[in-house]
């Protein structure tokens, strides 16, 4: 065994193993660096969960459809690198998101309020020059007819308030006419503040409201289900089901609506500043129930009554976790990480380099070559499969420091152990590394068993741990079978090294063997 | 560190022996005592566990210099507010922390706004954290279930690699590096929050991991001693630990040295954090562990194992040599703590198995 091993063959594709590593981080038009988690760089992460009731399963539809209108918002904000990642399915899946650098504090609440809903009343509709499209502009019943709204009305007496009202921005009927729905951006979704004014489209661009302050608000609602009527004919509708105040509101607001002339008895139900669906009032609605009709199909009025119901989303959610971190604060601890890290990292070095003397010097070579391999690998994972470094993989990465000088150690220990046994250097490296290997494999095994448990069962900031811990167990493992025992078992044939100066770290005279005896194996 | 050095020399040949196996009394003792103080202290004064796993609201608001007058700002800036503060604290001197009952989103947007305007810092500096009631919870389970987990694989490995007695010992060792390093954290009242989790759920792969690299040499050593009758189990299970010793401090040296960075430099840069957290539960749990490897995890697999019919009949054979070869009878098979490093001379020609005890007779 010992005379197949060539230790500079080995050497050698470590270090081409290190070179490739390294032109595949630096690939030009690429990141560099590790990606750096929030709490390293600042941020707010959010972590939200399925609100289910007893009994209930979330369908995995239900949770990509979830996933995807929080990815849509979180875009919204426009903030480079944020992302909404998933972790755990069915009822104990969490959803993660993430938004880097300084965020402001309302983007907890955009995403936690899973969407605005609000009812506004109708001031204008423009269906625009074309045919006006089959939209579900439905009519809050009792009685449910089909509204054929007018194309274009405009009624001027209303518009006279928000002239006045809206920031000052310019002319409110200018702004109106101005808006174009299929050129504006409004359909991307806005934050839509209920006391305000709002001109804006209905969702498939194809009609434009000028819209007043909201008279309910999705909070209002209790309840909404689709169905079909209980007698007789009719197509599917959605029935609503508001709060107590919310039933005062609605009362109120329909008594106002069914009074005024269409277009003006329309409300326009508003989601993230985008039309959904804008019913006429044929009465004032008392009993805090109400009907929307119209043409509506099964999944239109499925669709609205969800809308309705959690705004946008699919299911409710609730919010686990917030953590808003200052990016200064993040590079504070990055700071310290680094600091701690490094400082940990000399102690060791010196430690070794005094014990070991020159087989420490392979120790704190083989230590290099693992932080080397670790950094690079940090740097391709996050570019690959978008490892993120956190604080507490900084962590795991300081405290795998000792797990890898460890293996040096259980090696060397042989070796010398072997030295004392009265072997010549030369077998002492070979049979050492026979004895150490199997030790070092079990008990890498180990740690590699906890971290990939870890990595499984948790969400979070120990997921980070655990991953870098592993990482660096599987680093360790390539830098002492390919690079550690080749540099020892090379060195070791050296004369300076078989001389046996005290300088060796494996002196046979130091090791308490007389050199007589050494021989005698 | 020479001297280490010789001492490791000494260690491996058996020339210095202690005798850790025969002394398990003792170190069982020391063990009981910990853990009956740990359950005891958990009993009494419980963890200290942090907003993660109770749920609510938490402000870190950095500043130039936080004393006690700042904690009573910002206990006056949050009664202001509306909120009730739970416990407002200095941390690190720099940072006022302040936590409250659950809050909406809402309402720590304004607290947060308000502590703003009261220590005159931005708004963004301020760190919030907000934790669902629940959460806490599904950590733990979540830890729980990871460490179940990880419990039944670890004993089949070890089961597979080594032998039950083996798993059962180093689970044992497990168990007790856990429960010591919990009762810790309730002693001293450190905060238990999700770093420290991820700190014993560490401990427990370095623990079982040390203890591996010892098993392993027992192991070696006490494999064919049943051929013979020179060494008993407990006596080749003692030497294995002698000549692990230089390993097992070295290794400990060197773990140690990066946790004990994190800790200074954390707390000097930082004040507390998840690094002091991670650091603190690691740092005492491997101390610990270190310890139960070695004064644990041994000697209660030799109890185990010296009950086998093969190692009963062994230890008798061993018995009658040493009456028969020795007439004074005085053949202790170790030297104490604190017996004179002496160089053996002439040649060693011996394999390992071979009984250093017997030195004396030469």
């Known amino acids: ?521 | 560190m020479a001297s280490l050095s010789q001492l490791g020399n000494s260690l491996y040949r058996g020339d210095v022996s202690y005798n850790i196996v025969g002394r398990r009394k003792t170190w069982y003792l020391v063990s009981a005592i910990l853990i009956t103080l740990s359950i005891a202290t958990l009993g009494v004064r419980g963890l200290n566990l942090g907003i993660e796993f109770k749920g609510g609201a938490e402000f870190s608001v950095p500043l130039a210099s936080a004393n006690d007058q700042s904690v009573t700002q910002a206990r006056e800036a949050v009664i202001a507010a509306g909120e009730t503060p739970s416990t407002v604290t200095v941390v690190g001197g720099k940072t006022v922390r302040i936590q409250t009952p659950a809050l909406s989103t809402e309402a720590s947007n304004d607290l947060s706004a308000a502590l703003a305007k009261s220590f005159a810092v931005e708004e963004g500096n301020i760190k919030v954290q907000l934790v669902g009631p629940s959460w806490g919870d599904e950590v733990t389970q979540n830890a729980l279930r990871a460490l179940l987990v990880f419990l039944i694989l670890v004993a089949i490995f070890l089961s597979i690699y080594f032998e039950w007695p083996m798993a059962v010992a180093a689970l044992v060792a497990l168990a007790h590096d856990v429960l010591i390093t919990v009762g810790i954290y309730a002693l001293s009242g450190f905060e238990v929050t999700p770093a420290s989790v991820i700190g014993f759920l560490t401990i427990l792969g370095y623990s079982l991991y040390d203890t591996v690299v010892v098993f392993d040499k027992v192991k070696e050593n006490t494999k064919g001693i049943h051929g013979g009758s020179r060494t008993t189990y407990s006596e080749s299970a003692n030497l294995a630990l002698n000549q692990t010793l230089v390993r097992s401090i070295n290794t400990s040296v060197v773990a140690l040295l990066p946790v004990l960075s994190i800790l200074v430099v954390g707390v000097s840069l930082l004040g507390v954090g998840t690094l002091n957290d991670l650091a603190l539960a690691l740092f005492v749990g491997m101390l610990v562990g270190t310890y139960s490897s070695i004064f644990v995890a041994t000697p209660f697999l030799c109890q185990i194992k010296e009950r086998t019919a093969e190692n009963i009949a062994l230890a008798k054979r061993v018995q009658a040599r040493r009456k028969i070869g020795d007439a004074s009878n005085d053949l202790k098979p170790v030297v104490a703590i604190g017996a004179p490093i002496v160089a053996s001379a002439g040649p060693r020609q011996q394999q390992v198995k071979k009984p250093r005890s017997r030195r004396s007779g030469k």
């Open chain 1, 1 to 521: 065994m010992a005379q197949h091993y060539r230790p500079v063959r080995s050497l050698l594709i470590f270090i081409v193993g290190i070179i490739g590593l390294i032109v595949w981080t630096f690939l030009p038009g690429e990141r560099h660096t590790p990606k750096l988690g929030l709490d390293l760089r600042g941020g707010t992460q959010v972590i939200l969960s399925p609100s289910v009731a007893a009994g209930e399963t979330l369908t995995q539809d239900q949770l990509t459809q979830t996933i995807s209108i929080i990815r849509q918002r979180v875009d919204g904000f426009g903030v480079a690198e944020s992302e909404v990642t998933i972790q755990g399915s069915g009822n104990s899946a969490k959803i993660i998101v993430t938004i880097p650098g300084e965020t402001s504090r309302t983007v907890v609440d955009q995403l936690k309020t899973t969407a605005q809903l609000n009812f506004r009343p109708v001031l204008a509709i423009d269906f625009g020059s074309p045919q006006p499209s089959a939209s579900p502009t439905g009519s809050t019943s009792p009685s449910a007819t089909p509204d054929p709204s007018p194309t274009v009305s405009v009624a001027p007496e209303l518009l006279v308030p928000p002239i006045q009202s809206v920031d000052g921005s310019g002319d409110f009927a200018d702004r109106f006419t101005a808006l174009n729905c299929s050129e504006s951006d409004v359909l991307s979704g806005s934050t839509d503040d209920p006391a305000q004014y709002l001109i804006t489209c209905e969702k498939d661009g194809s009609v434009k409201y000028a819209l007043a302050p909201a008279d309910l608000v999705g909070t209002d609602i209790d309840s909404a289900t689709a169905g079909l009527p209980q007698q007789g004919a009719g197509g599917w509708q959605v029935e609503l089901k508001m709060t107590t105040p919310g039933g005062k509101k609605f009362a109120d607001s329909t008594t106002k609506l069914s009074a005024l002339e269409s277009p003006n008895d329309q409300f326009a139900i508003v989601l993230d500043g985008v039309v959904i669906s804008a019913p006429s009032v044929n009465e004032a609605i008392l009993g805090g129930s109400a009907v929307i009709s119209g043409s509506f199909t099964a999944d239109e009025a499925r669709a609205l009554a969800q809308v309705l119901k959690y705004g946008a989303l699919p299911i409710g959610l609730e919010v686990d976790e917030v953590q808003q971190i200052s990016p200064t604060l993040g590079n504070d601890q990055l700071k310290a990480g680094l600091i701690a890290g490094g400082f940990g990292l000399l102690l060791v070095i010196v430690y070794l380099l005094v014990y070991y003397r020159a087989l420490g010097v392979i120790a704190v070579l083989s230590l290099m070559a693992a932080a080397a391999m670790t950094y690079l690998v940090f740097v391709i994972l996050g570019r690959g499969i978008g490892f993120t470094l956190t604080l507490s993989g900084v962590a795991g990465a300081i405290v795998a420091i000792g797990i890898t000088a460890d293996s040096f150690i259980i090696y060397f220990e042989r070796i010398r152990d072997e030295i004392r046994e009265g072997k010549r250097l030369r077998v002492a490296i070979d049979q050492g590394w026979m004895r150490a290997r199997r030790t070092i494999l079990a008990a890498d095994f180990v740690s590699l068993l906890s971290a990939a448990i870890l990595y499984y069962l948790s969400v979070g900031s120990v997921r980070g741990f655990a991953f870098t811990l592993g990482l660096i167990t599987l680093v360790d493992i390539a830098v002492a079978f390919m690079f550690t025992r080749a540099l020892v078992t090379k060195i070791g044939n050296s004369k300076w090294m078989l001389a046996g100066s005290s300088w060796t770290g494996v002196s046979p005279t130091r090791l308490g063997v007389n050199s007589s005896t050494s021989e005698a194996n």
